[in-house]
């Protein structure tokens, strides 16, 4: 197994797959018999939120970080293996937080869980450059697009500044055919290529089915590409389906390891179930990209 079990998952600009590369990742590792927790660190923009089907009077980061909750007041159960902390919607909530216990969160967190990932907002401040010095790495997500690039060097430079170390690019919405060179969009930034996940018409079709793309349609060439990606950076064997052996010869990312087992759950007294449909209605806020 990897050594880095934090990983920020982080793009300068909204709307390139952030939320949806997270959640994937997230759900190959648990399926594969690892603890996840997914971390909402945009304390502004809540993207995680819908997961739980919060109640009005639901606890969130926002009352950790104020103070007033524990994190395993804030943790709840998304499916067998895999739990989130989703942030608030509330202004007047997010104006009583303090940013800087997101560390003590993070310590928790890795303390308990296998792999933990951090959901980082768009743009530059605080709280987005934050998570982004306490991961052990930072995933860059990125679509193809000039201005999603540009966006993307500002995420590159803001991790160097808040001391933390940059894993690779990932770039979402590619095509087969296209003459776009991704390794040459990676030299750009001057980090490492990762991978690629291709437009994919069952990814949006996931969404609206309430769940993870990996599980929705674990055929499909994107959720291939998550699973490799979920297998490089954890170094964790997954098994494999034929999607994943028919596009073992391209070049691209979209052939990828497969978890597609069924672990026996490991719930603790201080995670409450969510419904699996809610998945839709947080990644839908969150996404327009699929």
């Known amino acids: 197994m990897s050594h880095e079990t ?59 970080l104020a103070g007033d909750a524990s994190i395993a007041d804030a943790t709840y159960r ?27 969160v993070v310590d928790e967190l890795r303390s308990t869980y296998d792999f933990v990932f951090l959901d980082v907002g768009a743009g530059v401040s605080h709280e987005t450059v934050l998570p ?68 994919d018409p069952t990814s949006r079709e996931s969404v609206c089915a309430g769940t993870p793309l990996v599980v929705y349609d674990p055929q499909s060439s994107a959720s291939a590409a998550y699973r490799r990606l979920a297998a490089d950076l954890s170094g964790i064997d997954v098994p494999t389906t034929s999607a994943d052996e028919d596009g073992a010869d391209q070049p691209e990312a979209d052939d990828a390891d497969e978890s597609g087992s069924e672990p026996d759950p490991q719930p603790t007294a201080s995670e409450r179930e969510a419904g699996h449909d809610d998945v839709s209605s947080a990644i839908t806020e969150a996404e327009s990209d699929n």
């Open 132 to 199: 982004l010095g306490l991961a052990d790495s930072v995933v860059v997500v990125s679509t193809p697009e000039p201005a999603a690039v540009q966006d993307s060097q500002k995420t590159v430079e803001l991790t160097a500044r808040a001391g933390g170390e940059i894993a690779g690019l990932v770039v979402t919405r590619t095509h087969p055919n296209s003459d776009i060179s991704y390794d040459e969009i990676a030299g750009q930034l001057e980090i490492p290529l990762l991978g690629t996940v291709p437009e």
């Open 78 to 104: 998304l499916a067998d293996n895999i739990v989130a902390v989703p942030s608030g919607t509330d202004l007047d909530e997010y104006a009583k937080t303090s940013p800087e216990g997101l560390r003590d």
């Open 6 to 64: 934090v990983y920020a998952i982080a793009s300068g600009k909204g709307g390139v797959g952030k939320t949806t590369t997270t959640v994937n990742l997230g759900t190959v590792l648990a399926q594969a018999g690892e603890r996840v927790a997914i971390v909402d660190t945009d304390l502004g923009m809540a993207n995680l939120a819908g997961f739980v089907s919060l109640t009005p009077d639901a606890t969130t980061l926002h009352d950790v």
